[in-house]
C-alpha cells in the first residue's frame, strides 16, 4: 500500500473524504467536481489524450469517486460500479476464472450473508459451475476442520446482514490465505470510517454504495477496493469488458454522500445506541442484536477491529399469548411513523422491515433462512428522542 497510505497518514479520514481526487476543476477552479457527462474525449492526435477516450472505459467524475473512496478504505485501487451486485458480479467473474475461462472452484460464503449475494452466487454463478458452500465464520475451530480444499474464495461481511454476527477479519483472513484462498470482505454495514478490512488481511472490499456511502436513498451504486496491483488490473479489465459502470451523475451523488460519512455514521451509532438501550429493558423483545453487546456474537471482533458499532440493530419478537414471534414482529414493523417501512439501509432517514418476507424472502429454506420473528431497524439521524418514542409506542401497541 503505497501512495495511499502516504496519503493517509498525511490526512485524517474526514479530510480525505472531502478532498482526495476532488482538487479543484483545472479548467474552471470549480470546487465541486463537475458531472461530466460526455462520453466521449477528443484526442489531440490519433491515440494521444488527457487520459480518457471513452466514458465506459474512465469518466472524470467517476476517477474522482474511486480515487475518494479507495483513499478511505487505504486501498492503493478503486473501481465503481451501477449496484453493488455489480460490483460483487465482476468480483466473482474475476475470481472465479484466471484465464476468462469457465468458472470453477469454490466461493465459502458466510450462512448469514445479504440475500442478493447469496442469490447471486446460488442461482447465477453456481449454474455456471463455481461451486460454493455456506459457512459460520463464528466457529473458526469448525471452519478450519470443515474447509473444502477446492475452496478458491472466503467471501463474508461484519456485521452481518441481519442478525449483525461479526467475524474477526484478521483471524479468517489468515485461515484463508494459508489455504490459498482470497478473501472479500462486503463493508457496506461498517463502512470504511469504522473498518478497514485490507488493513486486516482482506484482500477485495466490496460496498453496496446505496447504503451509507451514498446515505441518502437516492443512488443505486456499488464499488470495489483493492491494492493487490494485478487484481485491479484484471477487475478493471472486466469493469470496462463487461461494462457495469455507473453513471457519471450516480458517482456524483455517491461522491456528495461520502463527504459527510463520517458526521453521519458518528450520528447513526450514538442513535443506535439509544434505540438498543429501548429494546434491551422493552417486555415486547425477545433479543436483541447490536455488535456492542457484551452477549453479542463477536463483540470481541467488533471491539478490536470496528471503531464503533454502526446503525444496524435487529431484535427477535416474544411471542404473547395472542401472538406468535412472527405476528409480533410484523406488527410492529408496520407500526412505527417516524421509521419508514421499507427495504435498504444506510441513509439518513429510519428504516423498519421484516426480514423474512422482506430482503431475505429468497434465502427460505435455506442455510441462510433467518427467524421469522426478528425485525431489522437501519437508525437513521433523526432526533434520537423521536426515533425511540416512536418504536416504544409501537412496542407499547402489540
Ligand atoms: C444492498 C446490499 C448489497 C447489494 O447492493 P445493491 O447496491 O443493492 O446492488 C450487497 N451487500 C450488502 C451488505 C447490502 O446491504
Redesign the pocket.
Known amino acids: 500500500m503505497g501512495d495511499v497510505e502516504n496519503d493517509a497518514l498525511r490526512h485524517g479520514f474526514e479530510t480525505r473524504a472531502i478532498h482526495a481526487g476532488q482538487d479543484p476543476d483545472p479548467s474552471s477552479g470549480a470546487v465541486v467536481t463537475p458531472i461530466s457527462l460526455s462520453t466521449t474525449f477528443a484526442q489531440s492526435d490519433v491515440g494521444v489524450h488527457q487520459g480518457y477516450e471513452y466514458s465506459r472505459s474512465g469518466n472524470p467524475t467517476r476517477t474522482a469517486l474511486e480515487t475518494c473512496v479507495a483513499s478511505l478504505e487505504l486501498a492503493d485501487h478503486g473501481l465503481a460500479f451501477a449496484?453493488?451486485?455489480?460490483a460483487?458480479d465482476t468480483v466473482l467473474s474475476v475470481l472465479s476464472s484466471r484465464d476468462g475461462g469457465a468458472p470453477s472452484g469454490r466461493v465459502l460464503l458466510a450462512n448469514d450473508a445479504?440475500g442478493?449475494?447469496f442469490r447471486l452466487i446460488s442461482k447465477v454463478w453456481a449454474p455456471r459451475g463455481l461451486a460454493w458452500s455456506p459457512v459460520d465464520l463464528t466457529d473458526l475451530d469448525a471452519l478450519v476442520a470443515g474447509w473444502p480444499d477446492d475452496t478458491t474464495v472466503l467471501w463474508l461481511?461484519t456485521p452481518t446482514?441481519p442478525l449483525l454476527t461479526c467475524v474477526d477479519i484478521e483471524a479468517v483472513s489468515a485461515i484463508a490465505h494459508e489455504r490459498g484462498a482470497t478473501v472479500v470482505v462486503?463493508n457496506?454495514?461498517a463502512t470504511p470510517y469504522l473498518q478497514q478490512p485490507l488493513r486486516l488481511g482482506a484482500d477485495i472490499v466490496v460496498h453496496?454504495?446505496?447504503?451509507y456511502l451514498g446515505g441518502h436513498s437516492d443512488v443505486?451504486?456499488?464499488f470495489v477496493a483493492v491494492s493487490d496491483g494485478t487484481l485491479a488490473e484484471r477487475l478493471r479489465f472486466t469493469q470496462n469488458a463487461a461494462g457495469a459502470v455507473p453513471a457519471p451523475f450516480d458517482c456524483y451523488l455517491v461522491l456528495r454522500g461520502v463527504k459527510t460519512l463520517a458526521v453521519r455514521m458518528d450520528r447513526h451509532c450514538s442513535n443506535a445506541r439509544a434505540i438498543v438501550d429501548l429494546l434491551v429493558r422493552h417486555p415486547a423483545v425477545e433479543r436483541v442484536f447490536y455488535p456492542q453487546l457484551p452477549d453479542h456474537p463477536g463483540h470481541a471482533a467488533a471491539a478490536k477491529q470496528m471503531a464503533d458499532y454502526g446503525g444496524m440493530v435487529s431484535f427477535t419478537m416474544a411471542a404473547t399469548d395472542r401472538l406468535s414471534g412472527e405476528d409480533a414482529a410484523r406488527r410492529v414493523a408496520a407500526g412505527t411513523e417516524v421509521f419508514t417501512l421499507a427495504e435498504?439501509?444506510g441513509a439518513v432517514e429510519s428504516l423498519i422491515e421484516h426480514p423474512a418476507a422482506m430482503t431475505h424472502a429468497s434465502a427460505a429454506g435455506s442455510a441462510l433462512e433467518v427467524p421469522a420473528s426478528l425485525v431489522r431497524l437501519s437508525v437513521g439521524i433523526e432526533s434520537s428522542a423521536d426515533l425511540v418514542a416512536d418504536l416504544e409506542q409501537a412496542l407499547d401497541d402489540l
Not at 449496484?83 to 455489480?86: E, F, N, R, V, Y
Not at 453496496?208 to 447504503?211: I, R
Open positions: 449496484s453493488g451486485l455489480a460483487e445479504y442478493g449475494t461481511e446482514n462486503d457496506t454495514f453496496s454504495a446505496t447504503k443505486v451504486g456499488g435498504s439501509l
